[in-house]
């Protein structure tokens, strides 16, 4: 199938939000290079992922990252081929409502209100490159065709628990409408195993991705009626971005005044012109060690293995060795998670793995231990 | 309880036969660092514990290292007390009986032929170091008054399928004689589980510690009756350490002409002079990681840690970390032996660790991994 054409009258940019922490791929992630920075996944980061699956849908020069200040350089370096300007970072963290006005307000200097925006995440995976393109352009000419914000959610493949469901009502078409879109009825925070099994099997319900198609007029409005102090901040801030000091000094400026806030809840819970489209592409977010290892090679015992290891008689292990060099041999061991860095090394059951949180806490409490969460 | 004194009419000599492998240790243990120069109890070498255990009953001149040729420089650096030609470089392994043989030659070179020596290890732990002293020093008494080999047998404290064990019988006695020495019955080889429990619960037998007691000239005597060629060597090396450099040139011209056999069957199953003492002083041939572990620091969820580590819900397992800023974290894991090195890591299951050989074989036999092992 062929990529859309991205030529459109609304021009189309992506902004990623690259906010994301390293607690869940620890030792690979730290505080200083958190899980957009993984590189385990074909050899490159994972925001590098998110932009490169753009290619042929959003031009390199109409790509935004926001992430925080103090990743700006390491995000500038993971991606090249962006201009200085197209990484915004965010003094201070202020979930993703600010993050999202923000990413609006730069689009609207560069390209005026009918510009589109394509909210976007700098930390998953998708293994159907093609597929997302395709959704994003149907996503993208909803936004331009109709005052809509348009979600694209992700078709649930099981009972999860772990995410936020958003479930679909009636469908929305007309002339010159791509297909598959329908009327928001509700956002569901996560479920338990039960009611999230009754809304996979209901079909009516998908998991909400993060990711967001509008106009930059049509947020605006969203913004101004639901956000009034955001949205101000936001009109203070928009002419300053020819000047990157400027939009600097500007962001320490208000930004601390910012109300902390998703954009689920300050936004997308309360309109009424939400839209969504059921994505097929196959989404992964990557969510813990477990997950990770489903990308990996994996040998005739069913162990996951990036690096040099040597396994004997072991199964189901995942196994990363990120040192050159250096070797990781496993022997007798099932389901575990082994993970080798230069400095730290990880080895944890995969029952476990998803609770990796609370020992990166144990980890960062201890002085003696304290700078390998850094 | 006081050392006894060393001062005696018969000098004691003690013979460290240190030809260990480093298999069973491995990532710390290496072909170039087998086990007696694991480090990781009490700071120092295994090598170390056996010189430094015979502190006050035999004089640092009196003692000599036998290894191969490869490991002499190892040796004496790990070993700075020893002059030079007190470590003697084998240039191949002709297993116990020509090891025996050689340093008994040299300590009649040193001390003629009413002198005694100890035959010992090079990798084992003693709990007891002046229990040990004691046996020690009771053997030797015997050696120098009587024309006997004596053993020093271990007393069993499980029914272990791993040593070969000593049948015990008449009460060896007389006047001016140590008590608990009786004459050995028969040599028996590794036995099964229940024959090692019908053995143990007998009170008749001891483990074969490899550590022997003899008169210079009651071994000769031996030597020159079972192994007639490896007596008639040695006679001719005898005369030639006072040259390191001839004895050097001797060794390369005779070595490869011996028979690879051990002391036991060579000599020690076919003498009819042969006693032996039930040693109990804590010995331990610390023959895997899970043994080694009873060596380290316990937590209190019984994980036995050595180096930098933290455990989160973990317990039973062995962890060892010879890398100074490097951090081993285990998380959810029971019963594993985890052990990091500067260049390779190992994780294992503690039921897999005795059979870690098979492991180093595979890592030896890849090219990509062979100089691991190494």
Redesign the interface.
Known sequence: MKTPNANRKAPLFAAILAGGRGERF??VGRRSRPKQFVDLFGGKPLIAHATDRLRGLVPTSRILVVTSADLVQATRAALPSLAPEQVLGEPEGRDTAAACALATAWVRAKAGESAVVAILTADHLMADAVGFRETLASAASVAAARPVMALVGIKPTHPATGYGYVELGAPFSGPGLPKGFRKVRRFVEKPNLGTAAVYVKSGRFVWNSGMFVWRVSVFEDALRRFRPALSEAMGRLSPLFASPRAVRAALKREYSALEKISVDYAVMEKADNLVAVRGDFGWDDVGAWTSAGEHFPKDASGNAVHG?A?L??ATGNVVANTQR?????????SD?V?V?TP???????R???P??K??VA??GA?P??AH?VE
């Open positions: 620890w030792p040099a040597q004997l008689a060099g250096h070797l990781v041999a496993v022997m007798g061991a575990l082994v080798h400095d730290a090394t990880l080895v944890c059951t029952e476990a793995a609770g990796l609370a020992l144990q980890i201890d003696a231990t390998f």
